[in-house]
Nanobody
Framework: QVQLVESGGGLMQAGGSLRLSCAAS????????MGWFRQAPGKEREFVAK????????YYADSVTGRFTISRDNLKNTVYLQMNMLKPEDTAVYYC??????????????WGQGTQVTVSS
């Protein structure tokens, strides 16, 4: 069982930065692929970024490549999403998720409750 708690969301002007954190419980945190997803009002949830268990591998959605950075600290059981050059279209509820399985198509078993990010123009 893994519990995930996101934090760090808020209101930011376009061009600004925010860092999201996701604290995980459980002793096998480093075994999990961790992902960030987001869901904007009226839209389906979409993938944002993922990171391998020991952080050697990362992958991003095209819409955030070059602006967002995912990282993790396995000693703190925490994964981060550094978001720079924010745009109004980044406005969404952001969720972290813990997954397992193949890197190219992990299965996400556990989800956090989400944290709201609002970017004003």
């Amino acid at each position: 069982q893994v519990q995930l708690v996101e934090s760090g969301g808020g209101l930011m002007q376009a061009g600004g930065s925010l860092r999201l954190s996701c604290a995980a419980s459980g002793r096998t945190f480093s075994a999990n692929i961790m992902g960030w997803f987001r869901q904007a009002p009226g839209k389906e949830r979409e993938f944002v970024a993922k990171i391998s268990g020991f952080g050697r591998g990362t992958y991003y959605a095209d819409s955030v490549t070059g602006r967002f950075t995912i990282s993790r600290d396995n000693l703190k059981n925490t994964v981060y999403l550094q978001m720079n050059m924010l745009k109004p279209e980044d406005t969404a509820v952001y969720y972290c998720a813990a997954g397992h399985g193949a890197w190219d198509r992990p299965e996400y078993d556990y989800w956090g409750q989400g944290t709201q990010v609002t970017v004003s123009s």
